[in-house]
């Protein structure tokens, strides 16, 4: 069975850093491409973040270039996205999620979902 899960979020201050992890299982992991999204309360989920495994082609949105990274261990099956410089609004519940091929920024592009890891930033 196909499995994706997020962790690595928390509580952390205006400015300050967490980076998530998304474990993947189930599926060749350098075939896939690893998506992260956001949803904060009474918004839609939106794509911030992804890459191609294969050829390591990254996609940032505009909200969060220069600030995350994006990155994946193939060893370990693990995706990351390091969150540096973070901003109250950048509070969300955070996914990751798994594609076959290269990367898309599109939620229903996706066919595979972890559970959420909440990231809360107080000012």
């Known amino acids: 069975d196909v499995q994706l899960q997020a962790y690595g979020g928390g509580l952390v201050q205006a400015g300050g850093c967490l980076r998530l992890?998304?474990?993947?299982?189930?599926?060749?992991?350098?075939?896939?491409?690893i998506g992260w999204f956001r949803q904060a309360p009474g918004k839609d989920r939106e794509a911030i973040s992804c890459?191609?495994?294969?050829?390591?082609?990254?996609y940032y949105a505009d909200s969060v270039q220069g600030r995350f990274t994006i990155s994946s261990d193939n060893a370990k099956n693990t995706a990351y996205l390091q969150m540096n410089s973070l901003k109250p609004e950048d509070a969300a519940v955070y996914y990751c999620?798994?594609?076959?091929?290269?990367?898309?920024?599109?939620?229903?592009?996706?066919?595979?979902w972890g559970h959420g890891t909440l990231v809360t930033v107080s000012s």
């Open positions: 890459i191609s495994i294969k050829d390591g082609r990254t």
């Open positions: 999620a798994a594609r076959n091929g290269i990367s898309k920024t599109k939620r229903d592009e996706y066919d595979y």
């Open positions: 992890s998304c474990a993947a299982s189930g599926f060749t992991f350098r075939d896939y491409a």
